[in-house]
């Protein structure tokens, strides 16, 4: 049994950052029902901070968090970390999703949902882009 303890993978380690508490811990829930080891943050200094202690295979960040440049929130982590991927989130609202999902990408996401989204999408998202090499 310990030798089958030992080849298991260790979980992927995802951030959510979202200022909506309920929606948040939606997702984390439905990310830790998958395996995945999930920890939370409500703005963007939280989320830096916290990449700061840990790291993170997946950051998954709202893009319109107040009190902060959202975008800058993925290039600031994408420069700690140059491995970890993210998933931006953004509501449906004055940015055109056409217009966030370039910005997003400009600055490092590797996907972008639009809320809302069912779990399914979300959890696809999440197993594509963590499946993907880092030059893709």
Same mark, same amino acid.
């Given at each position: ?14 951030? =959510?950052?979202? @200022?909506?508490?309920?929606?948040? +811990?939606?997702?984390?829930? /439905? =990310? ?9 943050? +409500? ?7 916290? *990449?700061? =202690? !840990?790291?993170?295979? =997946?950051? /998954? ?6 009190? &902060?440049?959202?975008?800058? /929130? ?7 970390? &140059?491995? +970890? ?8 609202? $004055?940015?055109? +999703? @056409?217009? *966030? ?13 639009? !809320? $809302?989204? $069912? ?18």
């Amino acid at each position: 049994h310990e030798e089958a303890r030992r080849a298991e993978p260790a979980l992927q380690r995802v951030l =959510l950052v979202d @200022d909506d508490d309920q929606l948040r +811990t939606l997702h984390g829930a /439905i =990310l830790t029902d998958e395996g995945y080891a999930v920890s939370h943050a +409500t703005n963007g200094l939280e989320a830096v901070s916290l *990449c700061q =202690l !840990k790291g993170f295979d =997946l950051v /998954i960040v709202e893009l319109h968090l107040p009190g &902060s440049h959202h975008l800058r /929130i993925i290039e600031s982590l994408r420069q700690q970390a &140059s491995d +970890t991927k993210f998933i931006g989130t953004a509501k449906v609202g $004055p940015l055109q +999703t @056409d217009y *966030c999902d370039r910005m997003a990408r400009q600055f490092g996401a590797n996907h972008v949902l639009t !809320k $809302p989204f $069912p779990p399914e999408q979300l959890l696809f998202a999440a197993r594509n882009v963590l499946t993907k090499k880092s030059n893709q």
